[in-house]
């Protein structure tokens, strides 16, 4: 069974530019998660999509991030205009309900972007 | 307030050796659950063991376990046996109550574990 997919691996743009990060998750998890994991930190949830609809997008800085699942299965997080303090690695994971309240997240390799 | 406290910012052990991961979190709700994650240098998040709250027995994953203590609020990670190859960032997180969908996991600062031939 394949993973989660991510693209790009590696991003590195100057401040104030725009940027995209591709997610694609395991086949049949209808829940797709973005996490925020500045360095020497822990991931923080940035936004939870259930199917196309988000559960979840209370600590997304709507100001300049954004994100879309369309059709319940790719889903692109969108940062415009980038800040220094938007450094970090962008990991996405998926869900399916286990039945048993395990919901198990599984990650993908991340994006490690760099804004200079 | 801190949910969840990972108080060894690093660790090392012995090659063959058993090592144990602190972990404590806060939380009110009487269902929640515990996840382990490990993060190899490579970035990607790989899953380990879960224990649920209202679990009777510890968990255990191949030559992992969880030691639960409910009432003091820990859920430690034992690996036994290391190997080289568990070199990499040790997470902990939890899941509180789930209804209505949200899953969000809360992490800790996670602990660096270094292996030692």
């Known amino acids: 069974e394949a993973g989660v997919a991510q693209s790009p691996r590696y991003k590195i743009i100057e401040k104030r530019q725009s940027v995209a990060f591709w997610c694609n998750p395991i086949?049949?998890?209808?829940?797709l998660y973005w996490y925020q994991q500045i360095l020497g930190q822990g991931p923080k949830l940035l936004i939870q999509f259930q199917n196309n609809g988000v559960v979840d997008d209370s600590q997304l800085p709507k100001d300049r991030f954004s994100a879309e699942r369309l059709k319940g299965v790719d889903s692109t997080l969108k940062i415009q205009p980038a800040k220094l303090e938007d450094s970090a690695v962008y990991l996405c994971a998926s869900s399916h309900p286990a039945g048993d309240g395990t919901d198990t997240q599984y990650f993908g390799p991340g994006t490690r972007l760099t804004v200079l | 307030a801190q949910k969840i406290t990972q108080t060894q910012p690093g660790m090392f052990v012995q090659e063959k050796e058993a090592v144990t991961l602190d972990c404590t979190y806060d939380t009110s709700d009487p269902s929640y659950g515990l996840f382990w994650y490990k993060q190899p240098s490579s970035g990607e998040m790989i899953f380990l063991i879960y224990?649920?709250?209202?679990?009777?027995q510890n968990a255990t994953e191949g030559r992992y376990s969880l030691n639960f203590q409910k009432a003091r609020k820990s859920a430690n990670l034992v690996i036994s046996a290391s190997q080289l190859g568990d070199s990499a960032m040790y997470f902990c997180?939890?899941?509180?109550?789930?209804?209505?969908?949200?899953?969000?996991?809360?992490f800790g600062a996670g602990t660096r574990l270094a292996v030692h031939p």
């Open positions: 086949s049949g998890h209808a829940t």
């Open positions: 224990q649920g709250s209202y679990d009777q």
């Open positions: 997180a939890m899941r509180e109550d789930f209804s209505g969908g949200y899953n969000k996991l809360i």
